[in-house]
């Protein structure tokens, strides 16, 4: 399967190299990036030698991630291992543009380098490994590239899946294609899943069991290793002051104008709630602004001057979500009231925020079990419910607490997951 890959790659790099040669400079989004993803300059990036300045060896932990949801997950986890390994180099690597960005700012201080993925073009793996020589790989939850993982089982470097999880449309990917995907799993040293039926799944892939571990979400651990960024103005600057604010987090197309028709409703009710909406995608909110306008409501973006006189806010900017449910009063979580499997609920449940979700919580089903069982999150069935469970937290200061105590309480229950995962790193270093 892999040298067919292997072969039906070289065959479209050779027929279709003009035309990818001209879309990449004819893109700056590829044109600025292309390049380092080849390996261009990596040499000099990642030059400080594996000994230290005693001669002692300085071991090289590789952790990749494809984007911002990774990058944030792996927070914790870099922080915990440059607590464990203050001598060793952690170097990170960042598929996308957006990823990368947010590594350098929340990475900068625990990581050694931040740099960009190779392209799984076998000679640009083999270059990336050279000049990186790790001695163990961690992949955070997806991005899976077969010449990556063979070719660091080839160099019998350690690879480890760390906080993985497989929703069940992906699940349904890996049967149809189980002889590309069930050998690149079999390369993992350990796979770390996120909850027991991420790794039932993996079981039925026929994975041997004593490579699965179930350790938990990284973003148990998430408080300890979020460090606020600086920077003028702040999440408090922006926001109104002595409102109730309800965020609604990585919403999705579909979801806005349901959540705005309710804000509407709710205002004439309730005039001290204020609407926070942060979309999954942050190139929406012009979309969302003439939702907002059609309602006759005036909206205040993040990459603005704050949110002034306006009648909502759009939290249009990458990695800040967490900051923003931590000045909020009540949650909503985006993908959930369409068929996109919901977002991980964690963060506002650290933040001690009564959660809401809608009927589509496929892809967290565990987590939002045990919150829902702690009283911490409540799941709706559609916009009917989502109005009138909004009313009665709106209505009753003591019921918002009494939530958001539980919420807080059911994740601390959880934590201690990056301890888990650093005495399974030492086994391994």
Request: aromatic share 6%.
């Amino acid at each position: 399967m892999f040298v067919l890959y292997n072969i039906v790659q070289l065959v479209l790099l050779a027929v279709f190299l003009p035309f990818i040669i001209l879309f990449i400079l004819s893109s700056s989004k590829y044109r600025d990036r292309i390049p380092s993803r080849l390996g261009l300059g990596l040499a000099d990036k990642v030059a400080l030698s594996k000994t230290s300045d005693n001669g002692a060896s300085r071991q090289t932990v590789w952790l990749h991630a494809l984007s911002v949801g990774e990058v944030t997950s792996a927070v914790p986890l870099v922080a915990g291992l440059r607590k464990a390994y203050p001598q060793s180099r952690i170097i990170v690597s960042v598929s996308t543009r957006t990823g990368k960005r947010l590594a350098d700012k929340l990475l900068q201080l625990s990581a050694d380098h931040i740099i960009d993925s190779p392209l799984d073009i076998l000679p640009v793996v083999a270059l990336f490994t050279k000049h990186i020589r790790p001695d163990l790989f961690l992949l955070v939850e997806t991005d899976f590239w077969p010449n990556t993982l063979l070719f660091l089982k080839k160099k019998k470097v350690p690879t480890v899946l760390v906080n993985g999880r497989i929703s069940e449309k992906s699940m349904n990917g890996y049967r149809r294609l189980r002889g590309f995907f069930v050998p690149m799993f079999q390369s993992f040293s350990f796979l770390c899943m996120q909850t027991e039926r991420d790794r039932e799944k993996m079981k039925a892939l026929g994975l041997p069991p004593k490579k699965l571990l179930t350790l938990g979400n990284l973003k148990f651990d998430t408080i300890a290793g979020h460090r606020p960024r600086s920077g003028s103005p702040s999440p408090a600057d922006v926001l109104p002051k002595n409102r109730i604010l309800f965020i609604c987090g990585s919403t999705h197309p579909g979801e806005e104008k349901i959540l705005i028709d309710c804000y509407m409703r709710l205002r004439k009710k309730h005039a001290e709630v204020f609407l926070i909406i942060a979309p999954r995608d942050p190139g929406r909110a012009a979309e969302i602004e003439s939702l907002a306008a059609a309602q006759g409501l005036t909206a205040a973006l993040r990459s603005g001057n704050g949110a002034g006189g306006a009648d909502l806010f759009i939290l249009d900017t990458i990695g800040e979500l967490i900051d923003f449910y931590a000045l909020s009063h009540i949650a909503f979580v985006g993908g959930s009231l369409i068929r996109q499997g919901g977002h991980n609920p964690i963060e506002p449940a650290i933040m001690g925020i009564p959660i809401i979700f809608g009927p589509n919580m496929q892809d967290f089903s565990e987590i939002a079990d045990i919150l829902q069982k702690a009283g911490g999150a409540t799941q709706i069935a559609g916009s009917s419910d989502l109005g009138e469970l909004l009313d009665r937290l709106l209505a009753s200061q003591d019921l918002r607490a009494t939530q958001g105590l539980a919420a807080r309480q059911c994740i601390e229950k959880q934590r201690g997951v990056i301890e888990k995962h650093l005495e399974l790193i030492s086994r391994i270093l």
